[in-house]
C-alpha cells in the first residue's frame, strides 16, 4: 500500500509514453531541419537531372498526386458503398460474416504483397503494365479496408431513432437513408477514408512493383504511363544512388515534402474529426 | 409499386458493390497461386525447405525459404519484445493516469507516427539510427536485425497502444469502482483489476502489432543489411521475406523459376499474416461479447 512506490511506477509509465513523443519528435525535427534548407521553388518545380542528384522532384510529386487521386477514385466510392450495405442493408448471415471476414483479411495482407497481387492481375493479367491505372487499383484494394471500417463506424454513429422517424413518415429505405442518415454520418465517413488515403500516399512497397519509374524526367500523359513517386524516389536516392553520401541534401528535402504531404492529410482528418466531434452530440 | 422496385434495385447494387471485398480477397490467393504455380512442378515445393537462398547463380541456384523466415522471426520476435512493454504502459498511462487534455494531445501525436510513410522511418533508420547501433555495440555496420527491430517497433508502437487503449477503457467501471471501495491504490486498481480483465484485447492488440511487423517491407529492406544467412543473433545482418520481395522482383525474368519462387515466397507471407490476424480478429470478438 505505499504510494510511494505508486508513485514511482506512474513515474515509469509516464517515461515510456513521452519517450515515445520523444522519438516522434526526434524523427520530426532530423527531417524538418535537414531538409527544410534544400527546398525552394525550384525543387518542387524543376525536372531532376542527373538521375535525381540535381534539379528538382516534380515528376515525382505530380506521379503521387495521380496516384493519390486515382485511388480515391476507386476506393471512395467502393469502401463507402460497402460500408452503407454492412450498416444499413446487411442481415445476419453467412454473406455478411463472409464481407467482414475478407474486410478483415484485407487489412492484415502485407503491403508488398499486394504489390505481387496487383503485378499479377493489373500489369500482368489484365495488360495494363507498370502504370498509374495499375497503381492505383493496387493501392485502392489496399486502403479499401481502412475506409470500409470507419466509414461503417460512422454510419453506426447516427441515431436509429433518425432512421425510424423517416421510415415512419413513409420513406423508403433509400429515401431515409439518403436524406436523414448520410448528410450526418458523411464527414466521420470522410475523416476516416482521408487516413487511408494518407497511408496510400507513403506507400512504397505496391507501387514499386506496378507503376514506379526509377527515373523519368517527364510528367505523364495517360494513366497508362508510368510515374516517378515520391516514396520510390527517396528510396532509390536513399539505396541505389552510386553517390548516396552526396546526394544527402536531396534525400532529406524530399523525405521533408513527402512528410508534409502525408502529415497534412493525415492533420486534416484529425482535425475534422475533433470538429465534428464538438458539433454533433447526440 | 414503383418505389419499392427501385429500393431492390438500389439493395442489390450496394449488395453487389459490398461483394468486391470478397471478390479482392480471392483474387488475392489466386493470382499469387497462379503466378506460383510451376515451382510445384519446377524444380518442387520441397526445394523452398532447403536452408540457402541463392537465386543467382553460375552453377546451381537454390531457393530455400529457411534463412528468409528466420531473419523475418528474429526481427519480428525483438521488435516485439522492444514495443510490448512501451505499448502496455503507455497505452495503461494513456487510458488511466493522463489527464483529459493531455490525452487529447497524446493520442493523436501517438497516431501521427502511424502516418510516417514506412521509407521515411527507413531512411532516418539508414542515416540516424545504424551509426549509433554500430558504434553502440562496436559493428563493423549498423545494417542488422536490431537496427530492423527497433525501427519496426517503433511501426508497431501506435497500433499496439491504440488497440489496447480501446481495451482497458471499456472495461466495465463497475470493477474500478468495487476495486478502489475495497481500499485497494489507483495503481493496484489499474495492475491487478483493470488491465486482467482487459488482457485479451491487449494479447489481440500485440498480435495485430506484430502482423504489421512481419509484413513491413520498406523500412527493414532499408536497415537489416539484407544477407540470407541463418543466424539467431540480432547483432548479424538478416534478410526478411518482404525485403526478398522488394528487392529481387525488380530484376527478374516474368515466369522464371526465381520469379515463381518470390510468389510462394509471397504466399507463406500471406498465410502468416492471415492466420496472425484471424487469431487477434477472434480473440477481440470473444471479448467484446464478454464485456
Not at chain 1, 37 to 42: L, Q, V
Not at chain 1, 194 to 220: C, D, H, K, N, S
Not at chain 2, 285 to 290: M, S
Request: one cysteine or more.
Amino acid at each position: 500500500m505505499s504510494r510511494g512506490s505508486d508513485k514511482i511506477f506512474i513515474w515509469v509509465m509516464r517515461l515510456a509514453t513521452y519517450g515515445v513523443v520523444a522519438v516522434i519528435a526526434w524523427i520530426l525535427l532530423d527531417i524538418i531541419v535537414k531538409g527544410a534548407p534544400g527546398i525552394n521553388w525550384e525543387f518542387i518545380s524543376a525536372y531532376p537531372k542527373k538521375s535525381g542528384a540535381e534539379g528538382g522532384i516534380l515528376p515525382a510529386i505530380v506521379g503521387t498526386l495521380c496516384l493519390v487521386i486515382g485511388t480515391i477514385v476507386v476506393a471512395l466510392p467502393l469502401g463507402m458503398a460497402t460500408a452503407i450495405y454492412l450498416a444499413e442493408f446487411a442481415r445476419q448471415g453467412k454473406f455478411t460474416r463472409g464481407i467482414r471476414l475478407a474486410v478483415a483479411t484485407l487489412a492484415g495482407v502485407p503491403s508488398i504483397v499486394f504489390g505481387l497481387f496487383g503485378l499479377g492481375l493489373f500489369v500482368l493479367f489484365l495488360g495494363m503494365g507498370a502504370s498509374i491505372a495499375a497503381g492505383c487499383l493496387t493501392l485502392a484494394c489496399m486502403i479499401l479496408p481502412t475506409i470500409i471500417v470507419s466509414s461503417e463506424e460512422a454510419l453506426h454513429a447516427v441515431p436509429r431513432s433518425l432512421r425510424e422517424g423517416s421510415l415512419a413518415m413513409g420513406a423508403t429505405k433509400w429515401q431515409s437513408i439518403r436524406t436523414n442518415v448520410l448528410p450526418y454520418a458523411l464527414p466521420g465517413m470522410l475523416t476516416g477514408s482521408i487516413l487511408g488515403i494518407g497511408r496510400a500516399a507513403g506507400e512504397t512497397a505496391p507501387i514499386l512493383l506496378t507503376v514506379a519509374a526509377f527515373f523519368l524526367p517527364r510528367l505523364p500523359s495517360s494513366i497508362l504511363d508510368q510515374v516517378m513517386a515520391l516514396p520510390y524516389h527517396l528510396y532509390v536516392l536513399a539505396t541505389q544512388h552510386p553517390e548516396a553520401e552526396k546526394v544527402r541534401p536531396m534525400q532529406y528535402s524530399t523525405a521533408l515534402v513527402l512528410m508534409i504531404l502525408v502529415i497534412t492529410v493525415n492533420m486534416g482528418a484529425i482535425l475534422l474529426r475533433v470538429k465534428i466531434r464538438k458539433r454533433l452530440k447526440w | 409499386m414503383k418505389h419499392r422496385w427501385k429500393d431492390k434495385a438500389i439493395r442489390l447494387a450496394f449488395t453487389a458493390l459490398a461483394s468486391t471485398s470478397i471478390l479482392v480477397v480471392v483474387l488475392i490467393f489466386l493470382f499469387l497461386g497462379k503466378e506460383a504455380f510451376g515451382f510445384i512442378f519446377e524444380p518442387g515445393l520441397k526445394e523452398l525447405l532447403n536452408t540457402r537462398w541463392i537465386p543467382v547463380s553460375f552453377k546451381r541456384e537454390t531457393f530455400g525459404i529457411i534463412p528468409l523466415i528466420t531473419g523475418s522471426a528474429l526481427v519480428t520476435l525483438w521488435a516485439t519484445l522492444i514495443a510490448v512493454p512501451i505499448s502496455i504502459l503507455s497505452a495503461v498511462y494513456i487510458s488511466e493516469f493522463a489527464g483529459d487534455r493531455e490525452k487529447e494531445i497524446l493520442k493523436p501525436v501517438i497516431e501521427l507516427l502511424a502516418g510516417i510513410p514506412s521509407v521515411v522511418l527507413g531512411f532516418f533508420g539508414l542515416i540516424v539510427l545504424a551509426p549509433i547501433v554500430k558504434q553502440a555495440f562496436g559493428l563493423s555496420t549498423g545494417l542488422i536485425a536490431l537496427t530492423g527491430a527497433i525501427l519496426l517497433a517503433f511501426m508497431a508502437i501506435p497500433t499496439m497502444v491504440s488497440i489496447a487503449e480501446d481495451a482497458i477503457r471499456s472495461t466495465p467501471k463497475s470493477f474500478r469502482n468495487a476495486s478502489l471501495a475495497l481500499g485497494a491504490s489507483r495503481l493496484q486498481t489499474t495492475w491487478k483489476v483493470i488491465v486482467p480483465a482487459a488482457l485479451p484485447g491487449i494479447v489481440a492488440a500485440v498480435m495485430l502489432g506484430m502482423g504489421r511487423v512481419i509484413g513491413e517491407t520498406m523500412a527493414v529492406m532499408m536497415v537489416t543489411g539484407n544477407a540470407a544467412i541463418i543466424t539467431g543473433s540480432p547483432l548479424e545482418s538478416v534478410r526478411t521475406l518482404t525485403a526478398t520481395i522488394a528487392a529481387e522482383m525488380g530484376e527478374v525474368p516474368f515466369g522464371s523459376t526465381h520469379y515463381q519462387a518470390l510468389f510462394c515466397v509471397g504466399i507463406v507471407l500471406l498465410i502468416t499474416t492471415f492466420f496472425i490476424n484471424f487469431i487477434a480478429q477472434k480473440v477481440l470478438e470473444r471479448h467484446r461479447d464478454v464485456t
